[in-house]
């Protein structure tokens, strides 16, 4: 915003219309973060699945493959999302900010959609502690004096306590590798 007025898109992608823009940055996300996603993929199936790898090689390369691609795909995507959603938004002729943020989110966080079923549960599991610490902060920044001693403690116990509740009750929620270290830990059921 300058001078009291909303920035227009094209200053941000110039020579560009918005959804070639969002285009382009879905293609460029994807070149650049094959990168790390192609080991990211590959290098597990060498250490934990070679005896899947010697047996049904090309089985286990499509899968990976697969799994590689929609990984790829749900990132890119979703890049592309919140580039296309900003220039809409911007387009409405006022700052972005507020709900602004909640709406770009929502409609990027679709992308999950495209991910192995597993995996975005996996990601989903993953990101529930960052909101749950975002959700701290934000309310002892609203009010200093509502202090928590040891959030993360709390928390942390609060997962665990989650996952054994899982592993007692309903194991097929869980992650086959994590599901094989509890039964080396615990044993079975």
């Given at each position: 915003m300058t001078q009291g007025r909303v920035l227009d898109c094209h200053l941000q992608h110039p020579g560009l219309g918005c959804i070639s823009f969002a285009l382009l940055k879905f293609l460029l996300t994807g070149k650049r973060f094959s990168i790390f996603f192609i080991p990211m993929h590959f290098i597990p199936i060498?250490?934990?699945?070679?005896?899947?790898?010697?047996?049904?090689?090309?089985?286990?390369?499509?899968?990976?493959?697969?799994?590689?691609?929609?990984?790829?795909?749900?990132?890119?995507?979703?890049?592309?999302?919140?580039?296309?959603?900003?220039?809409?938004?911007?387009?409405?002729?006022?700052?972005?900010?507020?709900?602004?943020?909640?709406?770009?989110?929502?409609?990027?966080?679709?992308?999950?959609?495209?991910?192995?079923?597993?995996?975005?549960?996996?990601?989903?599991?993953?990101?529930?502690?960052?909101?749950?610490?975002?959700?701290?902060?934000?309310?002892?920044?609203k009010f200093p004096k509502l202090k928590m001693k040891n959030f993360e403690l709390m928390l942390f116990s609060l997962l665990i306590a989650l996952l054994h509740y899982c592993y007692q009750h309903n194991s097929l929620v869980i992650k086959s590798t994590y599901l094989a270290l509890f039964k080396q830990f615990w044993g079975k059921n």
């Open positions: 060498l250490i934990f699945r070679r005896k899947e790898l010697r047996s049904h090689p090309l089985t286990t390369i499509k899968k990976a493959s697969l799994n590689c691609l929609k990984s790829l795909l749900f990132l890119s995507s979703m890049v592309g999302i919140i580039r296309l959603t900003i220039c809409t938004l911007k387009r409405l002729q006022r700052p972005l900010g507020g709900i602004d943020g909640l709406i770009i989110g929502s409609l990027s966080g679709t992308s999950i959609i495209l991910e192995s079923d597993g995996r975005g549960f996996e990601m989903t599991l993953q990101l529930f502690p960052r909101f749950c610490e975002a959700v701290y902060n934000h309310f002892h920044k």
